[in-house]
């Protein structure tokens, strides 16, 4: 069994997570300023020590600071003191830098396909006529075995499907311009966020999240003070994320500890304004990820900022202060007192407002899963540097990454995009040829008319020819005229009848067989 991760300490007790409790989530809550990220990365680097790759989106840019070691400052060294906390274990975690734009990390992309119409719609802010116009997309591009793999190939499909609508309308129902028009703009609205340097391929193999290095859990940080400027964008993305583990992953039950751990700050942006069957998504999958081996820790500010549903799920609890300032506020005091398991010796509602900075109520779960008694407790300081990296130690951290050099490179292969401008590539050419060939039509009819022409004109000649030689014939054999007649009508009427260049060579063949007899009987 793995040894217990100690994140805060009081005078009477050391309050520590169990490893084996881990995959059964988690909340950290406080307002800002008030520690929330120290103890994020505590219990980060806690994991990472236990071998547990660690997810974490950087919504500020100071949690690379994980990837080296800190060191004891003068004022570390006298709040230690004053507090009577410990000095911590100084050593790094192997870090992996990751960036949807690839500015700051190594890129991450998914594919169109992969994301689907829900998460999809989620980012282009649809509703549910589009919502469902943007299912159909989908499902004629599935019959159709068009590939959706990137941007280009979205507004692809969704030209052909506009464009094409009165063909899909009994399979499928009517699908309004209106709708294909209001999803492209949304497309347009999301490209401009940088959306478009997200679908894409090759896409991000979740293998990559689960590595270790000399036994320890490999620290995944998402580059996201920059992907925080499209909060929905965010949120979907890091959904994506959870839902792709929690379909890809198989069962394993109880572990002594965590496959994966799940950071997910600033959670607040998953919920606002989500449709229903979206927080039933997201419900589900909290719900049932804990059996794949995967614990999801949401950061926010306030307790209520977590649908019940939701926060029902999250059995471990470290509550930082809160600032009863509005009416929304203290109604936030008193769902994290509630929310809570009651010390009788403490008023945890009077404290949450009592909190001073690094200062934490927490409340963990036990060995049987049971919510422990309340504490109040001042929470460790990590054993890595707290705060960012600087530029020589980012390139230094990518250059150096077991993925470097796999994802920099995009890839485009053949898809909905190529095909559909293949296809109408080929209608084009169809179409000019249709309309060449009734020109050459014309002008072949003109050229046959030519060659009619030509046939009678050479018929009369040889006809006039055949006429005089038969009159030469018959004079010569002293037949009289009436008998010359027969012989030259049969073979004007034979000529007539055969019109074609063969025609005209058999009568050549005949008139010469009779000029020949006609010269044995001379």
Known sequence: MADPIVIAKNAQHELALLPQMGNRHGLITGATGTGKTVTLQTLAQGFSRLGVPVFMADVKGDLTGISQPGQLSDKLAKRLADLGLPEPAWGACPTTLWDVFGEKGHPVRATVSDMGPLLLSRMLELNDTQQGVLNLVFRIADANGLLLLDAKDLRAMLQYVGDNASQFTTEYGNISAASIGAIQRGLVALESQGADAFFGEPMLNLDDFMQTDKGLGMVNILAADKLLHAPRLYATFLLWLLSELFEKLPEAGDLDKPKLVFFFDEAHLLFNDAPKALLEKIEQVVRLIRSKGVGVYFVTQNPIDIPDTVLGQLGNRVQHALRAFTPRDQKAVKVAATTM??????????????????????????????????????????????????????????????????????????????????????????????????????????????????????????????????????????????????????????????????????????????????????
């Not at 109040?376 to 990518?398: F, M, T, Y």
């Not at 055949?466 to 018959?474: I, K, P, V, W």
Request: charged content about 25%; hydrophobic content about 35%.
């Open 341 to 522: 398991r009651a010390n009788p010796e403490l008023d945890v509602e009077k404290a949450i407002g009592e909190l001073a900075v690094g200062e934490a109520l927490i409340s963990l779960l036990d060995a049987k899963g049971t919510p422990g008694i309340t504490q109040r407790a001042w929470v460790l300081a990590p054993g890595s540097r707290i705060g960012p990296i600087d530029e020589a130690e980012r390139k230094q951290l990518l250059a150096s990454s077991l993925v470097a050099g796999t994802y920099e490179k995009a890839v485009d292969r053949e898809s909905a995009y190529e095909r559909l401008k293949g296809r109408a590539a080929q209608e084009a050419d169809a179409q000019a040829g249709a309309r060449a060939g009734g020109q050459n039509g014309g002008q072949n009819g003109g050229q046959g008319a030519d060659r009619t022409a030509q046939q009678q004109a050479s018929e009369r000649g040889w006809l006039d020819e055949a006429g005089d030689l038969f009159g030469g014939l018959t004079r010569g054999t002293g037949k009289s005229g009436r008998g010359d007649s027969i012989l030259e009508s049969m073979a004007k009427s034979a000529a007539r009848t055969v019109g074609s260049q063969v025609g005209r060579e058999l009568i050549r063949g005949v008139l010469g067989s009779l000029l020949g007899s006609g010269r044995k009987r001379r």
